[in-house]
């Protein structure tokens, strides 16, 4: 499953699902809303472009680390501290593959998915840097 | 693709221009422009930004060239803004202009 979505999941589903036959590790990324006094966070999509780029991400990833099953559900809207964000569900036959994949997905999402991030607090807002350079770095392949 | 014409004969294009994040506070979330043929991309774009002066100035730098950290993308695919003086908008072209991404 590859979404980009305003509902929440049920991990426990996803992890039972994951389970294809050969699976011998599966490793859940679960990125959360933290409170670093904010009241919420709010997140927006370029949808278009950000759901092919995470179905590419999978996609690699499966190729480079010989995934069984990967799940990438990215929450967009106002969510709650404690809220989660993103989820992503690898699994492999082994726990470097499964621990790889999971890795990968997640810093190539931060490196280039577009999506963003408003910490709303009591006195306004603030977007998130981005961590992955300033618009100079090497676009995405898929981009091209 | 659907072109009109002005008394002048002029063809006229429709272009979508979206903003995100920090740049559609700004400026708005989507805009349906209609450009003259062979308007530039950057152009195009501080056209749009030329009455709002803080979008203007989130985007273009006082020299009048995209601020390094904007990313622009044209019908999907990233576009290189050292060459975006090449870049001649077309009729139906969906462009999106925003900040750096921070998901996950």
């Known amino acids: 499953m590859i979404a980009i979505q305003t509902e929440d999941v049920d991990i426990g589903d996803l992890i039972t699902a994951a389970k294809k036959h050969g699976t011998g590790a599966v490793v859940v990324f679960d990125g959360i809303v933290r409170d670093d006094d904010i009241t ?3 997140l927006e999509a370029y949808e278009d ?4 780029e995470l179905e590419k991400i999978a996609g690699d990833a499966t190729e480079r680390f010989n995934l069984l099953h990967v799940d990438i559900i990215h929450r967009i809207g106002r969510l709650s501290v404690g809220e989660n964000i993103l989820i992503i569900i690898v699994s492999a036959g082994h726990r470097e593959e499964a621990y790889g994949g999971s890795r990968f997905i997640i810093e190539a999402i931060k490196a280039g998915v577009p999506i963003w991030k408003k910490e709303l ?20 392949q898929s981009l091209h | 693709m659907q072109f009109h014409e002005r008394n002048t004969g002029e063809q006229i294009m429709n272009v979508k221009v979206r903003f995100f994040a920090r ?12 450009v003259a043929e062979r308007m530039t991309l950057p152009d195009l774009i501080k056209q749009i930004t030329q009455k709002n002066i803080e979008g203007h100035q989130a985007i273009f730098d006082e020299h009048g060239h995209f601020r390094e950290y904007v990313i622009v993308m044209r019908n999907a695919r990233r576009v290189d803004l050292a060459d975006a003086e090449k870049n ?12 750096p991404v921070a998901g996950g």
């Open chain 1, 40 to 42: 919420e966070m709010e």
């Open chain 2, 23 to 34: 740049f559609r506070e700004l400026l708005g979330t989507e805009l349906i422009v209609e």
């Open chain 1, 49 to 52: 472009v950000a759901t092919p």
């Open chain 2, 88 to 99: 001649i908008v077309a009729d139906g072209d969906d462009i999106a202009v925003f900040p």
């Open chain 1, 121 to 140: 607090t009591k006195n306004g807002g603030r977007w998130v840097p981005g961590e992955h350079g300033h618009g100079s770095g090497e676009p995405r």
